[in-house]
């Protein structure tokens, strides 16, 4: 099975504040890779697919990239409404596998 | 506008069954493959399993294998997932998820608001 390690698993910031969450696959997976956000008592969100592209009606803050092994999704400038938790997920093959997540508070 | 619509969640005992429905609207259903992920309190996301948009490729997470079953019925654009021999360790939110076309390869683009799975005696 493929394993994704988020790095932090929390985080904390300011208003403005530009972040970077790290998804790193224990195998190759192409560009296979997609993020969700998931705020408190809500389904998760896809905010990006195929490692880098922007699930419509996302906001262009959000952005991500890699490819292989390593990848990144970026805020840009964190707003008040990007707190929660955000997972990455690979979809190379089954099991389909989800990161461990990373939980975002706004300072 | 895509909907998707749980339900069946509930208590149960350890050892029980429960099957879970999903109601999908807004989109042509025999075109997508359909997946079902769950979320235990507090924890992080695992995916359970995947349909294929014809219902012929059915893959499993080994934590359910033998237990679980989906399937999928056109006729009323319904997913379902019948969960049997059920343990505490089941107990979590179930999100039926509409694939970007295939699940493999694709994206889980819309989720349905989750159905609550508590087995305890």
């Known amino acids: 099975d493929i394993q994704l390690t988020q790095s932090p698993s929390f985080l904390s910031a300011s208003v403005g504040d530009r972040v970077t969450i790290t998804c790193r696959a224990s195998q190759g997976i192409s560009n296979y890779l997609a993020w969700y956000q998931q705020k408190p008592g809500k389904a998760p969100k896809l905010l990006i697919y195929?490692?880098?592209t922007l699930q419509s009606g996302v906001p262009s803050s959000f952005s991500a990239s890699g490819s292989g092994t390593e990848f990144t999704l970026t805020i840009s400038s964190l707003q008040p409404e990007d707190f929660g938790a955000y997972y990455c997920q690979q979809l190379n093959s089954y099991p389909l596998t989800f990161g461990g997540g990373t939980k975002v508070e706004i300072k | 506008e895509v909907q998707l619509l749980e339900s069946g969640g509930g208590l149960v005992q350890p050892g029980g069954s429960l099957r879970l429905s999903c109601a999908a609207s807004g989109f042509t259903f025999d075109s997508y493959a359909m997946s079902w992920v769950r979320q235990a309190p507090g924890k992080g996301l695992e995916w359970v399993s995947s349909i294929s948009n014809s219902g012929d490729t059915t893959p499993y997470a080994d934590s359910v294998k033998g237990r679980f079953t989906i399937s999928r019925d056109s006729s009323k654009n319904t997913l379902h997932l019948q969960m049997n021999s059920l343990r505490a360790e089941d107990t979590a939110v179930y999100y039926c998820?509409?694939?970007?076309?295939?699940?493999?390869?694709?994206?889980?683009?819309?989720w349905g608001q989750g159905t609550l799975v508590t087995v305890s005696s």
């Open positions: 998820v509409k694939c970007g076309g295939t699940c493999q390869y694709n994206r889980f683009d819309v």
């Open positions: 195929a490692a880098s």
